[in-house]
């Protein structure tokens, strides 16, 4: 760190607030207050990958890293808007309540998939476990 050419000093405040996001992210039991958490842990990674901002391989990868994270919150928040329009709540323990005692012939059980895709879709793009990144 000493011979790093950029001052260092945000560093290990931007991974302190990283990691009590994720902490934060490990207790959220509500389909908001985790989609929050992910997006705020999301803006530290973008912080602590664009901050080596000379390096033209950093540069690309913030740029890549924060258009696609931008496209999988939106993901995320369909997803959840849709899951909340169709079940009227966002905690998980509900939900999980709910689909258990969800009817198999309903209408709204394509619609309720969908929202799952959605919210599974956007997890999987901010975690980068889709090939899309490349």
């Not at 939106?74 to 309540?97: D, K, M, Q, R």
């Amino acid at each position: 760190m000493r011979r790093h050419t950029m001052h260092l000093l945000e560093y290990p405040i931007v991974l302190a607030t990283a990691i009590l996001f994720m902490l934060l992210l490990a207790s959220a039991n509500h389909l908001i207050s985790a989609f929050l958490t992910l997006v705020g842990f999301s803006l530290n990674l973008y912080v602590l990958i664009y901050s080596d901002a000379p390096v033209k391989v950093a540069r690309e990868a913030g740029i890549k890293y924060y258009y696609l994270s931008t496209f999988s919150s939106g993901l995320l928040i369909y997803g959840c808007f849709v899951i909340y329009s169709l079940l009227g709540t966002g905690n998980f323990e509900e939900i999980a309540l709910l689909l258990r005692g969800y009817q198999e012939a309903s209408h709204n059980n394509l619609f309720l998939a969908l929202g799952f895709s959605y919210l599974l879709g956007g997890l999987f793009f901010k975690l980068s476990a889709f090939p899309g990144h490349l």
